[in-house]
């Protein structure tokens, strides 16, 4: 008998699960850096900025947050450090939420946020999973 076979297993949880479609792979040279300055970002034009940067590097167009999301999920969340994760698992939980499931309960109307603070930053984000422009 080898010592390999005999070597104890992980247990369950420490375990990682496979990707039902694989790792994805690596986003282009800058964007984890683009991410995380805009995550970080300490005023409203460094973080509008940034995001900017962001997607002009995965090449990916703003719109309607069921048609954005996924998109910019999939391109970053395997590869930004560990604790900006968490955001992203954030918004994919509070997008499961009935109100905003469907990303079309403010489809039609138009919103204005002025302030870029905590709040102001937290409104437009729900205004944008609402649907609403």
Same mark, same amino acid.
């Given at each position: 008998?080898?010592?390999?076979?005999?070597? %104890?297993?992980? %247990?369950?949880?420490?375990?990682?699960?496979?990707? *039902?479609?694989? %790792?994805?792979?690596?986003?282009?040279?800058?964007?984890?850096?683009?991410?995380? !300055?805009?995550?970080?970002?300490?005023?409203? %034009?460094? *973080?509008?900025?940034?995001?900017?940067?962001?997607?002009?590097?995965?090449?990916?167009?703003?719109?309607?947050?069921?048609? =954005?999301?996924?998109?910019?999920?999939?391109?970053?969340? @395997?590869?930004?450090?560990?604790?900006?994760? @968490?955001? =992203?698992?954030?918004?994919?939980?509070?997008?499961?939420?009935?109100?905003? *499931?469907?990303?079309? !309960?403010?489809? *039609?109307?138009?919103?204005?946020?002025?302030? !870029?603070?905590?709040?102001?930053?937290?409104?437009?984000?729900? !205004?944008?999973?609402?649907?609403?422009?």
């Amino acid at each position: 008998m080898s010592t390999s076979s005999m070597a %104890p297993k992980a %247990p369950k949880w420490l375990r990682r699960m496979p990707s *039902a479609s694989g %790792p994805s792979p690596p986003p282009p040279e800058g964007a984890v850096e683009a991410f995380v !300055a805009f995550a970080d970002a300490d005023s409203f %034009p460094d *973080a509008l900025a940034n995001f900017s940067k962001l997607l002009s590097l995965l090449r990916l167009e703003p719109g309607r947050v069921p048609d =954005f999301y996924p998109r910019l999920k999939a391109s970053l969340k @395997e590869h930004v450090p560990f604790r900006y994760r @968490e955001i =992203f698992k954030i918004l994919t939980e509070k997008r499961k939420c009935k109100p905003y *499931a469907s990303g079309s !309960a403010c489809e *039609a109307q138009r919103v204005l946020v002025t302030g !870029a603070g905590p709040c102001g930053l937290r409104a437009a984000i729900e !205004a944008q999973l609402l649907g609403a422009k």
